[in-house]
DNA sequence: TTGAAAGCGCTAACAG
DNA sequence: CTGTTAGCGCTTTCAA
């Protein structure tokens, strides 16, 4: 491996000039920097980031961390997109990312330490993940990609405005016609369903009427409720004329459930998602969801990180980001069928 | 930032002795061994990897290569899923991974130069890739988790036998009677739509049958045919009775098309798909589909490229493993109707 | 069983 | 504009 000794010594300079030139420093003589570039290209010299990381005590990298307990949660599309994201911006700065799967019970603050990755990025951080206080409260450079308790210190983070999605549908589905609704929702300890829940639950006090708590159906991310739950709540008193589900892979099952008991949709009942998955885009009837910004949410945390370690970037500076979400309306609501 | 200069004082020993204990050797008291890593956890000693990655040459890191030509695919489950298995197998050895987003016109070479990683996994990595050969030719560690040319000098690779999966599905399909086969297949230039309808050639050839060139459909990954194509197929002259499809997001898309052309899948009509995501586990009917484990392509091209790098692994060596694939009968394939 | 010295490949500080 | 010296934090001789 050819190293900057190598150039210097083929160049007839020393080793900082070479350094100057890969460094594009201006203090160099283009007839020197000709030279040392025309060896550098000769031997194919490139310089180890490894060596430059140790005397500058940063490595250029940053710490991607996926946590574990979101495994279920993994095969779904927009975590490749927050990926795509953080990846396209850092490489823009010459940064790449360590991704690193963590275990609940291990502590990811290795990666800051050991690897002397500049920052880190936490991906689908449990609330409650014990080493978080470690990190919210030292001198890691971070950025989560979920929004923490309100109460705690003001930490940095970007996250998706679930409640103001919520809020369009309902608006949506409101103007439709609707009045009844089934809330098929992911778990209570899952941040995005609770907010969810709560911009609907919102969305329908503004309009004098309350959240009706049996016709909200908990059941784990991207599974949604069976047969028999959904043929139950279609056989209440004021049954709901629309279904909304947080998530896509959640409103495509339910749709296919009602076809399947014989109803049309969106003629007879309607269906929205949340997340606006490549899949929403094609399945029958394209479904109407709360479109939101994955690869804008891992570009911007890359952005905000990139930032706290003094680089200069392109948004505006902020501790915490709220992406707006958007309802794209597509085919699976409609007017509430008269009786 | 403590380092092994500070712990060596604080214990009042070399920084070689302090060496020893964090890597476990032999030669060192007990005594000795006891006093050393209690100052170190007094002090919370980390040793950093790039200090010792720059004198030991090498980092104890390998580089994911994910070609963003693959953009399309990259919202698809299965990426993550080879991820997951790669990492989970890095980890156990000490080893993390970078991972990087490489365009087609730039050399991935780079992070083994630049950031000395010690190998490369190159994912998806288009046949035709101008910086391949390279690779295939160089001294680089790798491995591929996708097959490249018989023809080329043997490569390091893990795959996806997907032929053979092929040929268990066009089995099942003619022992449920069915005899005309539609082919929803993606584009040419994807080794595995190619391998997926070789499969289904051969397994109708041994059957004394020629594949119906007017019944192959190709299309965009995960995109199936229009309405109108799928409309013509059923309206030809010995129309078929089974749809096979390259990949689940299809199948279902085929599937609810179907549906929607007042078909019953599986009573008229079959459908089945590749890949077994989680969405074919959710659909309905539930696909039967031909079963790839991602997470093991993953887990075992880490464990292939560890083995290049002189590393124990569990799995016995080889240059090039091909993955069994198995059929999945769920319930969108059934006995062909009698007329 | 332990330590001193040298050096991995690079850059920072300071001269010249 | 260019070079010298020193040193980042660790491991590797080689001696003691």
Redesign the pocket.
């Given at each position: 491996?050819?190293?900057?000794?190598?150039?210097?010594r083929a160049a007839?300079?020393?080793?900082?000039?070479?350094?100057?030139v890969?460094?594009d420093?201006?203090?160099?003589?283009?007839?020197?920097?000709q030279r040392v570039q025309a060896v550098i290209d000769a031997l194919g010299?490139?310089?180890?980031?490894?060596?430059?990381?140790?005397?500058?005590?940063r490595s250029n990298t940053v710490g991607v961390i996926i946590d574990e307990s979101a495994e279920d949660v993994f095969g779904y599309p927009l975590y490749s997109e927050n990926l795509r994201g953080i990846s396209r911006v850092l490489s823009r700065h010459n940064f790449d990312m360590l991704v690193h799967f963590a275990r609940h019970e291990t502590s990811y603050t290795d990666l800051y330490y050991q690897r002397r990755v500049d920052g880190l990025i936490l991906m689908s951080m449990p609330v409650d993940n014990p080493f978080l206080p470690v990190v919210l409260g030292g001198d890691i450079p971070y950025v989560l990609t979920q929004r923490v308790s309100d109460h705690e210190a003001p930490a940095h983070w970007v996250d998706v405005d679930f409640e103001s999605g919520a809020v369009q549908a309902l608006e949506h589905l409101w103007a439709l016609g609707h009045r009844q609704f089934a809330f098929l929702i992911g778990p209570p300890n899952k941040t995005y369903a609770r907010l969810l829940l709560r911009g609907y639950r919102q969305a329908l006090a503004d309009r004098g009427q309350d959240i009706r708590e049996d016709l909200i159906v908990r059941s784990q991310p991207y599974i949604s409720a069976s047969k028999t739950v959904v043929t139950a709540l279609l056989e209440r008193p004021d049954p709901p004329t629309a279904f909304a589900c947080s998530d896509d892979m959640m409103a495509i099952q339910v749709i296919q459930l009602l076809q399947k008991l014989g109803y049309q949709v969106p003629g007879d009942l309607s269906v929205v998602g949340s997340d606006d998955a490549l899949i929403a885009r094609l399945a029958s009837p394209l479904l109407t969801t709360i479109h939101q910004d994955a690869y804008r949410k891992g570009s911007l945390a890359a952005e905000m990180l990139l930032e706290q370690l003094g680089k200069q970037v392109n948004s505006p500076s902020s501790r915490q980001v709220l992406l707006p979400t958007e309802l794209v309306v597509r085919g699976s609501t409609g007017p509430v069928r008269s009786r």
């Open positions: 491996m050819v190293t900057i000794t190598d150039v210097a007839q300079v020393s080793k900082k000039t070479v350094s100057r890969i460094n420093h201006p203090d160099v003589a283009d007839a020197t920097r010299y490139q310089p180890s980031m490894l060596a430059r990381g140790l005397v500058q005590g």
